[in-house]
């Protein structure tokens, strides 16, 4: 069984950053291949960015340069380090993994890019 809190989100002017986590339950997370989605209103469920077991990357191309996606395999946790927001990030942001072609999903933190 796999359980995934997200945390971090908050209020943040435009052009602030924000850092979120997820931190994941599980002994084999070293070997998980963790993602970032987010989904803003009215709209569906976006992909944002992953990390491999060994550390490789891969942005969606609307944060490609802003956001940065990393993990300590120690502590369970993934991290988004997401900077010059604007408010097209506004989302509630999700982390998630794919194990045997099961889903997992944390119940998502809310970012919210506004003046």
């Known amino acids: 069984q796999v359980q995934l809190v997200e945390s971090g989100g908050g209020l943040v002017q435009p052009g602030g950053s924000l850092r979120l986590s997820c931190a994941a339950s599980?002994?084999?997370?070293?070997?998980?291949?963790m993602n970032w989605y987010r989904q803003a209103p009215g709209k569906q469920r976006e992909w944002v960015a992953t990390i491999t077991r060994s550390g490789s990357t891969n942005y969606a191309d609307s944060v490609k340069g802003r956001f940065i996606i990393s993990r300590d395999n120690a502590k369970n946790t993934v991290y988004l380090q997401a900077s010059s927001l604007n408010p097209e990030d506004t989302a509630v942001y999700y982390c998630?993994?794919?194990?045997?072609?099961?889903?997992?999903w944390g119940q998502g933190t809310q970012v919210t890019v506004s003046s």
């Open positions: 599980g002994s084999m997370f070293s070997i998980y291949v």
């Open positions: 998630n993994t794919e194990i045997l072609g099961q889903n997992y």
